[in-house]
Nanobody
Framework: QVQLVESGGGLVQPGESLRLACAVS????????MGWYRQAPGKQRELVAT???????NYADSVKARFTISRVTAKNTVYLQMSSLKLEDTAVYYC???????????????WGQGTQVTVSS
């Protein structure tokens, strides 16, 4: 059974920082791209940042220069370092991986349960 577990969310003030982590467990034949998405109340889930197996990154315009995504392949863990947080960054943040668990042949999206990030003064 494969599992994605996010951690690191919390309540911070504007301008502060947080670091999210997503640990991917289980038996995988292959893990490809990993990423972070977020969903604010009343809004659709949106891409925050992704990182490919080779380390190429992609960011939403709203978080460029403030957020940094990274991964430790050996630990199957992806991180999101968030700095200069703004009120509008408040959302539930979800981790997603594209991968193939052992015994499967087609890559699929797998999601974590989400972690709440609240930015409030």
């Amino acid at each position: 059974q494969v599992q994605l577990v996010e951690s690191g969310g919390g309540l911070v003030q504007p301008g502060e920082s947080l670091r999210l982590a997503c640990a991917v467990s289980g038996s995988w034949a292959r893990i490809g791209a990993m990423g972070w998405y977020r969903q604010a109340p009343g809004k659709q889930r949106e891409l925050v940042a992704t990182i490919s197996w080779g380390g190429s990154t992609n960011y939403a315009d709203s978080v460029k220069a403030r957020f940094t995504i990274s991964r430790v392949t050996a630990k199957n863990t992806v991180y999101l370092q968030m700095s200069s947080l703004k009120l509008e960054d408040t959302a539930v943040y979800y981790c997603k991986v594209v991968g193939m668990p052992m015994g499967t042949l087609i890559p699929k999206d797998y999601w974590g349960q989400g972690t709440q990030v609240t930015v409030s003064s």
